[in-house]
């Protein structure tokens, strides 16, 4: 029987999440199957996703379900800012589903919010300031708190230069830093906010 995964490409606003999946995905990964809310808000109304982005959600469930009971590997993407994906990631591990995270990061918020802005000036969608910044600080939380311990590999990248550099990876073997001084800045990000 083949190997089954599920791929759940992470970070916040900005970060880079999409770009990256359309290499990693089908050239390293060999993963064919990406399902992102985004991408489908933009098929039901291009001019304004932003309109429909709970009826995208809406299906993206449907369609992770679908994959899941056709065995295929795939991917998702999110911010982590929810806990959504927990009962996702249970039901892969119950079907042989070997579930891996690839967390994006961005040193700062500043940086998400300019990136964002960016991507509006370029046509791409809109989102809030104060969204961008529940959403960091969230996702930062939450892969801490939450995700590192349920997936069965994780690696951490930073990508704030634009270029991945891996910061830290996650296995059955433990857990090993590749950057110390970049990982301790977004540990101290963690630890200085995961009490809000």
């Known amino acids: 029987m083949p190997e089954k995964n599920f791929y759940i490409i992470a970070g916040c606003n900005g970060a880079g999440k999409t770009t990256a999946s359309f290499t990693i ?22 001019f304004q996703p ?11 469930l ?14 998702v993407e999110t911010t982590l800012a929810t806990k959504i994906y927990q009962q996702k990631i249970r039901v892969a591990q119950q079907h042989g589903y070997t579930v891996t995270l690839l967390y994006f990061w961005l040193s700062s918020l500043e940086l998400a919010q300019a990136r964002v802005a960016t991507r509006v000036a370029e046509g791409g969608h809109c989102i809030a300031p ?12 939450q892969l ?6 349920l997936v069965d590999d994780a690696f951490i990248f930073d990508n704030s230069s ?6 830290a990876e996650s296995s059955a073997s433990g857990f090993r830093i590749s950057n110390d001084s970049l990982y301790q800045q977004l540990r101290n990000q963690y630890e200085s906010r995961k009490a809000d």
């Open 144 to 149: 801490f708190s939450n995700y590192l311990t």
């Open 25 to 46: 995905l089908p050239e390293v990964l060999d993963c064919r199957e990406f399902v992102n809310a985004d991408e489908i808000a933009r098929g039901l109304s291009p």
């Open 130 to 141: 104060e969204v961008i910044e529940r959403r960091y600080w969230q996702g930062i939380r």
């Open 162 to 167: 634009g270029k991945p550099v891996l910061l």
């Open 62 to 75: 449907h369609r992770i379900d679908e994959l899941f009971a056709r065995g295929e590997t795939f991917a």
């Open 50 to 60: 932003e309109k429909v982005a709970f009826e995208a959600g809406r299906i993206m």
